[in-house]
């Protein structure tokens, strides 16, 4: 008898498939995103559809929105159709960058009020490039970015109404390791 162990599938690998099915069955009009919430993660109630053509072959994907309360937010500017792409007209966008220009990605972000509130978390896991897109209403807010090796930002931004600011998070290039 031959014994085969195979790898339990975890929410590691589950979340990104189950998110893929997700916008794809959206962008083909097939279900909205309640129907197939995951309880992890914030719902996705919109997305935007990237185009590229590679090798001749036009093809498209999709870059979900997720929406906490009323805030919604989207994760975006990897490759070269990302960052040409149109994006809705957020009031705040952040630039996650290392001080030498290497954009980073999987930065959690924390939006406080200037009360200390938490008004909104975002894991590592929704923030799957350089670039988030943030519709928050005007006010004052302290926002927290954290690179993946724990080295926090912190910055205070004031949105005005009608506005759109770009703000950039750069971190110390780390120093090579041997």
Wanted: aromatic share 8%; hydrophobic share 40%; glycine share 10%.
């Amino acid at each position: 008898m031959v014994h085969v162990e195979v790898p339990r599938l975890t929410k590691k690998y589950l979340l990104p498939i189950a998110r893929v099915m997700t916008i794809t069955l959206m962008s083909m009009g097939l279900t909205t995103s309640n129907a197939l919430a995951i309880s992890s993660e914030p719902p996705i109630v919109d997305h935007v559809t990237i185009h590229h053509g590679g090798d001749g072959f036009a093809a498209s994907y999709a870059l979900p929105i997720y929406q906490v309360e009323d805030i919604r937010f989207l994760s975006a500017g990897v490759g070269i159709e990302e960052r040409k792409a149109t994006y809705p007209s957020f009031p705040l966008k952040l630039i996650f960058a290392e001080s030498g220009g290497a954009f980073l990605t999987g930065v959690s972000v924390t939006i406080q009020d200037m009360s200390g509130k938490e008004i909104l978390t975002i894991s590592p896991d929704q923030i799957s490039g350089p670039w988030l897109f943030l519709d928050l209403g005007p006010g004052t807010y302290r926002v927290t970015a954290i690179r993946g090796d724990g080295t926090p930002i912190k910055q205070t931004i004031h949105l005005a109404k009608g506005k759109t600011k770009s703000i950039y998070f750069h971190w110390p290039t780390p120093k090579a390791k041997g």
